[in-house]
């Protein structure tokens, strides 16, 4: 066959006999038809439009995301022009690719499976040390809740509460003010660490305070913060986390200087990681997430941290005449009036506070008093979330004690 | 994360997993477990099994980081092309398990599950790396349904840009239809969702 001229249409000079459907409804089932064509025909014909617009207009098309005028003209366009008409088809079945149900929230606690999975096949030569393992875990945790949330939830308000002067105490920033605030105060522990210092030279010349170096950062932006505050938090605590690994044994013990106290490295880690956890919190709050406490082992140091910061800052409330006076003084090293705190639920246990020196050891035997409560609540009553004469679930024995130390737990709360 | 894997992050990643450093393997789990776990479960629409295969595709990268090599693309690339591997393979397997009185059927049913599955993955991996401004166009007008005119204003673009954002968008995301096999690699890398 010679597939000449005088074939039947094929020869690309006349219109190409082939009708494309329609475009796909956008999204959902619940269509927006594709606008009828006009039934009359338009009196003086619209002049055509060119082709390079009918072209760019076939994403648009594929879409349906252009104007019924525009839907006629690119259709009517697609009966004439293969090359046109193929890409359409292939767009169009492009936009079948396309889904609405977003991407899955991973499981937060997928990822200590993973990794404890992984180094059960190969041990790790290199170990993240165990009491940095909730820092680690909970800044991972947090930052996952930040890459689901849109730019405009950087922006969302959050009021972050505190205790101080045993009143409640508010402040109001935004979820990037937030992250703002525990870069600021990570860096309290980059500085123990040789590491660059987030807010920069300046930081030098700040009392290493939590809030100080908090105010100072949110007062030098020119701008409020946005998501653009991530990459710089995360660089630090991923920092973090990779330098304690390298620093060898006694690194745990190098002393984070807080301004008012100093903390050993271990737990200062730690309090950022309860710090982290508190304000992924707020955030989640703020933005409408849900945000599970952390895992069972990690809650349990974090509490077990709170307590044995408990007999110092009772002996610094007492001080300031801010409770009771002591009744019974032992000598250094042994068991004195204690209270029983019991927690109950995921990190519960049993501690056992002196109350009258933080010199003396905590006793089950010397036991005054008891308070019962659930280990999350009792995470929230140190955060400085609910006020102390709302904490405790069960109390027994010497109120003035149970007072005394629920007021201090709180007191433990800051910006 | 917001910006491209420099491939010197992937050098260094790959010198810190050999060496055998644990922080190291809780970064490319920070930095990928997301793009790992979306991908699987596109390609076995089961929770469970997709947690499985994250595990699997971390476990061999914690064991054999070796095998990456940069020359051939990025890790990001590397550990979507593992996914791909171990889903399908997973995939295979539950089939086998299940015994076939129609094996022939079945294996085709099968082959037209991965094909489809792939194309699938390979489009949520398009959209994830493809440039912001046309993924931000796409959903637009398609999650949001607006016409391009509206995505244009959502956008502070013209008319023209936003009609071009939105073919070539769509001209990207073809491409998962037609790749070469189903065991290729997905194009690119770029940005996590």
């Known amino acids: 066959m010679s597939g000449g001229r005088d074939g039947d249409g094929r020869d690309g000079e006349k219109p190409v006999e082939r009708r494309i459907p329609g475009p796909r409804a956008a999204a959902d089932d619940q269509e927006r038809l594709p606008p009828a064509r006009p039934v009359k025909p338009p009196a003086p014909p619209a002049p055509p439009l060119p082709h390079k617009v009918l072209t760019s207009l076939l994403g648009a098309w594929a879409l349906a995301a252009c104007s019924a005028e525009e839907t006629a003209a690119v259709e009517e366009h697609l009966t004439s022009c293969a090359p046109c008409a193929d890409e359409a088809l292939r767009l169009r079945d492009a936009v079948g690719l396309l889904h609405t149900d977003g991407t899955l929230d991973l499981d937060p606690m997928l990822r200590s499976r993973v990794l404890e999975g992984c180094l059960g096949r190969r041990p790790a030569r290199i170990p993240v040390p165990s009491w940095a393992a909730p820092y680690d875990a909970e800044t991972a945790r947090l930052d996952a809740l930040l890459r689901d949330i849109g730019d405009a939830e950087w922006h969302a308000p959050v009021r972050l509460k505190w205790f101080e002067d045993d009143r409640q105490a508010h402040r109001r920033t935004t979820v990037a003010g937030v992250i703002g605030h525990l870069m600021a105060v990570d860096g309290l522990v980059s500085r123990a660490l040789d590491l660059d210092d987030p807010l920069g030279k300046g930081g030098s010349h700040l009392p290493p305070t939590p809030t100080g170096r908090t105010e100072r950062y949110w007062s030098a932006a020119l701008r409020p913060p946005t998501r653009a505050v991530r990459e710089p938090w995360r660089d630090q605590s991923h920092t973090l986390v990779r330098t304690v690994s390298f620093a060898g044994r006694g690194i745990a013990e190098r002393s984070v200087p807080y301004g008012d106290f100093d903390l050993p490295l271990q737990d200062s880690l730690l309090e950022r990681a309860f710090e982290c956890w508190v304000h992924g919190g707020d955030i989640a709050d703020a933005v409408d997430y849900p945000y599970e406490p952390p895992a069972a082992a990690h809650l349990h140091r974090m509490i077990d941290l709170a307590v044995r910061l408990l007999p110092a800052t009772l002996a610094g409330r007492r001080r300031a005449g801010l409770a009771a006076p002591a009744r019974d003084l032992v000598t250094a090293g042994s068991p004195g009036r204690s209270l029983h705190l019991e927690v109950e639920g995921r990190g519960g246990g049993d501690w056992y506070i002196a109350l009258d020196s933080p010199a003396a050891l905590g006793s089950p035997a010397h036991t005054v008093a008891q308070v019962a409560l659930d280990g999350v609540e009792f995470c929230r009553l140190v955060a400085g979330h609910v006020p102390p004469a709302e904490a405790a679930a069960g109390q027994q024995g010497d109120r003035e004690a149970i007072r005394d130390v629920l007021f201090a737990a709180a007191s433990l709360s800051r910006l | 994360m917001a ?191």
């Open chain 2, 3 to 193: 910006k491209d894997a420099p491939p010197r992050w992937d050098r260094r990643m790959q010198q810190r997993l050999t060496r055998g450093e644990a922080a190291a393997l809780g970064e490319l789990y920070d930095r990928f477990a997301a793009l790992v776990h979306s991908q699987a479960h596109r390609m076995l629409d089961d929770e469970d099994a997709a947690d499985q295969v994250t595990r699997e595709v971390f476990g061999y990268v914690w064991e054999n980081p070796g095998v990456y090599d940069p020359r051939h693309g990025s890790m990001r690339s590397w550990v979507a092309r593992l996914t791909h591997r171990l889903s399908v393979q997973r995939l295979r397997r539950e089939q086998g398990e299940a015994g076939a009185p129609d094996a022939d059927g079945r294996a085709e049913e099968l082959e037209h599950r991965v094909l489809r599955a792939t194309a699938a993955a390979r489009a949520d991996y398009i959209v994830a790396s493809m440039p912001a401004p046309l993924r931000a166009a796409l959903e637009l007008a398609y999650v949001q349904r607006r016409d391009y005119r509206q995505t244009a204003a959502d956008l502070g673009v013209t008319g023209d840009e936003a009609r071009r954002r939105l073919r070539l968008g769509l001209q990207l995301l073809s491409t998962a239809n037609y790749g070469p096999s189903a065991d290729s690699a997905p194009p690119g890398y770029g940005p996590t969702p």
